[in-house]
């Protein structure tokens, strides 16, 4: 089986250069492509840790529809995206820096320190649809309900947020029809 | 399953330092959004990891509950950027600072 520590390794390499990717260029599309690379990899990941049904999920939700819309999000600023002022951060940068690897150094130690029990095989079931779905109508059917609301409370937000500001009060009901963020004024 | 569960849990924890220090010191808001999306991601991965080590589905489920609320998120986020592309014409996130004490 060592197929899976292989396709594990590529899957971790690709996940952290996408990860520096997202981090490190300056230009936004690469920066949205990078998060692209690393949601990809980290469903192939979720593949090896036998969660099917996530791992559509990722490719759907994450790659399909977020990745999107921050494209979208670039398409419609792209002019000024690259306009920014001149840096105010002094010695606040470094420190950053510093605090993040300490930070790493620190969970790293707590993995490494945390004796992992060994792992049994995963029976066929595991984490298809079908046993994520029944777990998710059963028992979790409180918070499905709840997770709805959330979805549609976001939408009314997008709507909200995304009205141009200072209309007269006949033009709003007009102006909510108009997808979020199709017009500029 | 021959690659140790402490290998993913490295992986989610170097991830999810990258996506720290690109909040830290990236003032693009839009890339600050997308380092809190490789939080999430990491989260998520130890959520599987662990749920695939216990055998739990649980786990997966919490992953589920996870994406849907960053879905939200990411929709009233991007909204909430392009209203302030609208208002203030910058995405710099030093020059939004209203709020400064």
């Known amino acids: 089986m060592a197929v899976e520590l292989i396709v594990f390794i590529f899957a971790a390499i690709a996940s952290v250069a996408g990860g520096v990717g997202v981090i490190g260029s300056r230009l936004p ?5 990078s998060l692209l690379l690393v949601l990809g990899s980290l469903a192939v990941t979720y593949l090896l840790l036998a969660a099917q049904f996530v791992a559509v999920l990722q490719v759907i939700v994450y790659a399909g529809a977020i990745v999107v819309l921050f494209l979208f999000v670039i398409m419609l600023l792209h002019k000024q995206l690259g306009k920014m002022s001149p840096d105010r951060l002094r010695w606040q ?5 510093v605090l993040a690897a300490a930070f790493l150094t620190l969970i790293l130690l707590t993995i490494r320190l945390g004796a992992a029990a060994p792992t049994a095989p995963a029976p066929a079931e595991f984490g ?3 046993s994520v779905g029944r777990a998710l109508f059963t028992a979790f059917v409180l918070p499905f309900e709840v997770a709805s609301m959330i979805l549609l409370v976001g939408i009314i937000a997008a709507v909200v947020i995304g009205r141009p500001a200072a209309q007269p009060a ?3 009901g007009r102006s909510a029809a108009t997808p979020v963020g199709a017009s500029r004024r | 399953m021959t690659v140790p569960i402490s290998a993913y849990l490295a992986l989610s924890a170097l991830l999810f330092v ?3 220090t690109g909040v830290l010191l990236r003032r693009n808001a839009l890339v600050v ?12 991965l130890t959520f599987v990891a662990f749920a695939r080590q216990l055998l739990a589905i649980e786990g997966q489920l919490a992953v589920f509950f996870v994406v849907l609320v960053a879905a939200v998120e990411v929709v009233v986020g991007l909204a909430i950027i392009i209203a ?9 996130i030093d020059d939004v600072d209203l709020l400064r004490g």
């Open chain 2, 18 to 20: 990258l996506g720290i």
């Open chain 2, 84 to 92: 302030i592309f609208r208002a203030r014409d910058t995405v710099d």
């Open chain 1, 93 to 97: 940068g470094p420190a950053g820096l």
């Open chain 1, 29 to 33: 599309v690469r920066n949205a492509l």
């Open chain 1, 128 to 130: 298809t649809a079908e």
């Open chain 1, 170 to 172: 006949a033009a709003v």
């Open chain 2, 33 to 44: 959004f997308m380092s809190i999306e490789l939080m999430l991601n990491a989260v998520n």
